[in-house]
């Protein structure tokens, strides 16, 4: 179990493309009245006028630690955080065969209460940032493996529509 901080249960969000963290991260944060860490790497590749490099997912990484850091002090109870460290380091091992050792070694010193691991049972939206309509089982699989490995504490979350938020909101009761 990760260490809470100032007594704020830390919740994240894991999963393939498409597959709702975001609205989720939101709608939670909303349902229980709290602070969610937006993704950082949707403003930052939207800014890059280039080809992004492993560099550039290290940057997001610490970016997204950084903000998780300054918005943990306005949580009330639960604090939501849209794509973490794991996320990072299969994108990097997928694309450049290898991991930042800040990466990996943050995964595992920065350990979430839980993580709600979703489930690519929705359909694909398109959008430019995008890059793996077909391999989002692959994907999940591999977070899943990731997850195990460190042994986290994590729901599966399936469901359309709002039975998916309420899917979360069932597996954070059950827990916390």
């Known amino acids: 179990m ?14 393939p493309e498409s597959t709702a963290k975001s ?17 950082c790497a949707r403003d930052y590749l ?18 997204q630690v950084k903000q998780e ?4 002090p306005q949580a009330n109870k639960f604090i939501f ?11 990097c091992e997928d694309l450049f065969a290898t991991c930042p050792d800040w990466i990996s ?8 209460d839980l993580y709600l691991l979703t489930f690519p ?7 430019p940032l995008r890059e793996n309509p077909h391999r989002r089982d692959f994907l999940f699989n591999w977070y899943e493996k990731e997850l195990k490995k460190i042994n986290a504490n994590y729901t599966v979350i399936k469901g359309t529509g ?5 899917n979360c909101i069932k597996a954070i009761e059950e827990q916390f």
Do not use: C, F, M
């Open 121 to 127: 049972d929705i359909p694909w939206e398109a959008d």
């Open 23 to 39: 609205t989720l991260s939101e709608d939670l944060a909303n349902h229980y009245i709290t602070t969610v860490v937006r993704e």
């Open 105 to 112: 070694e943050n995964i595992l010193h920065n350990q979430y």
């Open 69 to 72: 850091q300054v918005l943990i």
């Open 162 to 166: 709002k039975s998916r938020l309420e």
């Open 46 to 63: 939207s800014k890059l006028n280039r080809k992004y490099t492993i560099d550039d997912i290290l940057a997001i990484a610490k970016e």
């Open 81 to 91: 955080v849209d794509t973490e460290l794991i996320l990072a380091k299969v994108w």
């Open 2 to 15: 990760a260490q809470k901080i100032n007594s704020v249960i830390r919740i994240a969000l894991i999963g």
